[in-house]
Every structure is written in C-alpha cells, then in structure tokens.
Nanobody, 115 residues
Framework: QVQLVESGGGLVQPGGSLRLSCAASGSFFSMYIMCWYRQAPGKQRELVSCTSSGGNTNYADSVKGRFMVSRENAKNTVHLQMNSLRPEDTAVYYC?????????WGQGTQVTVSS
C-alpha cells in the first residue's frame, strides 16, 4: 500500500512557475513508475508526465519544454517543475504511483494560472 500526498499548488500569474511535490509512504518507492495527471473543470483527467524506475521521462506535448519531472528516491518524493505557466494549465494536479498491476493516487493539488 502506498499513500501519496501532493503539495505546492497555488495561484500564479501567466508566465510564472510552480513546483509541485508528491511524497510517498511505504517501501520500494524507487521501483514505482511515478506520473503526474491533471484535470481541468469539465474535462477528463489527462496525463502530464511520468518518470520510470530507471529515471526515463515522458511528457504530454502541451507541456514539453515547460515542465520537468524529477524524483528523489532517497526521499520517496517526485517533483513537477512547471515554468512558463499558461491559463490553460489551470487544473487539479494528481500524483500516481504504479507498480505491477497496482495504481495509487494522491488527493490532488489545485493549480490556478490567472492574472
């Protein structure tokens, strides 16, 4: 069982930056695929970025070049650095941990990009 807690969301102006963090409880964190998803009002949840147990990363086209995912296995934490934020990045951001057939989700953190 893994419990995930996201933090770092908030209100930021267009062009600004935020760094989200997701802290995981439990063991074997380094073996999990860690992903960030987001869900805007009235829209489906969408994949933003993932980092594998080996450190490989991938990104949605909409965030490539602006967001960067990283993980600190010693601290059971994954981060999402978000730069050049746009109003369309406004959403609740969720962290997900995956290993074998098991998925675990955090409760989400709100990111609002507005002037």
């Amino acid at each position: 069982q893994v419990q995930l807690v996201e933090s770092g969301g908030g209100l930021v102006q267009p062009g600004g930056s935020l760094r989200l963090s997701c802290a995981a409880s439990g063991s074997f964190f380094s073996m999990y695929i860690m992903c960030w998803y987001r869900q805007a009002p009235g829209k489906q949840r969408e994949l933003v970025s993932c980092t594998s147990s080996g450190g490989n990363t991938n990104y949605a086209d909409s965030v490539k070049g602006r967001f960067m995912v990283s993980r600190e296995n010693a601290k059971n934490t994954v981060h999402l650095q978000m730069n050049s934020l746009r109003p369309e990045d406004t959403a609740v951001y969720y962290c997900k941990a995956t290993r074998a057939m098991n998925n675990y989700w955090g409760q989400g953190t709100q990111v609002t990009v507005s002037s």
